[in-house]
C-alpha cells in the first residue's frame, strides 16, 4: 500500500491529473462557446436558424453532419490554442535556452565517437586532433 501512496502522490501523476481536469473544462467551455456563438452565427449567414441540427438523409438513414461540425469547430479552436499559448512559447523557450549552452562534447572525425571539444586526441583511437578554443 505504500507503493502505491508513493506513486499517487508523485509530482508527474499530480500534474497530469490536474492537466487533464482543466483540459476537460476547457474543452466543455469551447464547446459552450462553439455551439451557442460561432455556429449560430455561421447558420445564420447561411439561412439555416440552428447549424447543430443540420442534415440528410439517404435511404431513411439520417446523418447529422451539423452535429459533426460543431465537433471539428471546437477541434480547430482547442489545437489552435493548445499550439500557439503552449506547444510555441515552450519551444521558444526552450530554443533560446539550448542556444545559450556552450557545446562541451564533438564527434571524433576517425571514429566518430563523443570527445570533449578541447580534447587534443581522441580518447577511443587516439587520433591527433586540433583543440577547439
Known amino acids: 500500500m505504500d507503493g502505491f501512496k508513493k506513486f499517487l502522490l508523485r509530482g508527474n501523476l499530480v500534474e497530469l491529473a490536474v492537466a487533464v481536469v482543466i483540459g476537460a473544462a476547457f474543452g466543455a467551455l469551447v464547446n459552450a462557446l462553439v455551439s451557442s456563438f460561432i455556429t449560430p452565427l455561421i447558420a445564420a449567414i447561411g439561412g439555416k436558424p440552428d447549424f447543430g441540427s443540420l442534415y440528410f438523409t439517404v435511404n431513411g438513414s439520417k446523418f447529422a453532419y451539423g452535429v459533426f461540425l460543431n465537433a471539428l469547430i471546437s477541434f480547430l479552436i482547442i489545437a489552435a490554442v493548445v499550439y500557439f499559448l503552449v506547444v510555441r512559447p515552450i519551444a521558444t523557450l526552450l530554443d ?16 566518430l565517437s563523443e570527445i570533449p571539444v578541447k580534447a587534443a586526441r581522441c580518447k577511443f583511437c587516439t587520433t591527433e586532433l586540433t583543440p577547439v578554443p
Do not use: I, K, S
Request: hydrophobic share 25%; proline share 6%.
Open 96 to 111: 533560446r535556452l539550448n542556444r545559450n549552452q556552450l557545446a562541451t562534447e564533438r564527434d571524433c572525425p576517425a571514429c
